[in-house]
T-cell receptor
Framework: ETGVTQTPRHLVMGMTNKKSLKCEQH?????MYWYKQSAKKPLELMFV???????ENNSVPSRFSPECPNSSHLFLHLHTLQPEDSALYLC????????????FGSGTRLTVV | AQSVAQPEDQVNVAEGNPLTVKCTYS??????LFWYVQYPNRGLQFLLK??????LVKGSYGFEAEFNKSQTSFHLKKPSALVSDSALYFC????????????FGSGTRLQVQP
């Protein structure tokens, strides 16, 4: 365990379903991130939450919506997804004070059918 | 905008031989550079980082990386590869100003043959 826990590990959903991915960290970090990992592509930053900023990648479709109720929890709400959204979704956290790397969760493997 | 290029999709090396995984970057300001490794069905694990100081950085599992400012490169190296080093390796960068989130490359698959 890295200290960042993602649930579920695997998710299969239909295009009309609504589901949520959960991420939890107890490392005392003050920034959390969602990344999308597709084969042979760079990791795509989707959303960032930190004390100082919330950043959204403008290319992320509105069918993905993040929620960060506190510094330890991060959600990614999914609705009406497309098959091309199938990927590994990674959550990470960091201490947002420059020079610190991320601690990643093990990811949620999402398959949209 | 910041970016990372990993020009090789895959690197093959024989066990016991030295290995190099290439990374070049573009960023505003001074770079913070990172290498991560990913094993199957797992998240990314931190290997090493360069923030400032000595251009040769040593990290986990015998890996090291050399920061070259003039060539904007941060290649990952290991003197003697192990079969267990076979994995997917990601280079990442952020600047010391502006956008704080890391930008990752597309990854390089390292295959070490016995």
């Amino acid at each position: 365990e890295t200290g960042v826990t993602q649930t579920p590990r695997h998710l299969v959903m239909g295009m009309t379903n609504k589901k949520s991915l959960k991420c939890e960290q107890h490392l005392g970090h003050n920034a959390m991130y969602w990344y999308k990992q597709s084969a042979k592509k760079p990791l795509e930053l989707m959303f960032v939450y930190s004390l100082e900023e919330r950043v959204e990648n403008n290319s992320v479709p509105s069918r993905f919506s993040p929620e960060c109720p506190n510094s330890s929890h991060l959600f990614l709400h999914l609705h009406t997804l497309q098959p091309e959204d199938s990927a590994l979704y990674l959550c990470a956290s960091s201490q947002d004070t420059g020079g610190y790397g991320y601690t990643f969760g093990s990811g949620t493997r999402l398959t949209v059918v | 905008a910041q970016s990372v290029a990993q020009p090789e999709d895959q690197v093959n090396v024989a066990e016991g031989n030295p290995l190099t995984v290439k990374c070049t970057y573009s960023v505003s300001g001074n770079p913070y550079l990172f290498w991560y490794v990913q094993y199957p069905n797992r998240g990314l694990q931190f290997l090493l980082k360069y923030i400032t100081g000595d251009n040769l950085v040593k990290g986990s599992y015998g890996f090291e990386a050399e920061f070259n400012k003039s060539q904007t490169s941060f290649h990952l190296k290991k003197p003697s590869a192990l079969v267990s080093d076979s994995a997917l390796y990601f280079c990442a960068v952020r600047g010391d100003t502006g956008r704080r989130a890391l930008t990752f490359g597309s990854g390089t698959r390292l295959q070490v043959q016995p």
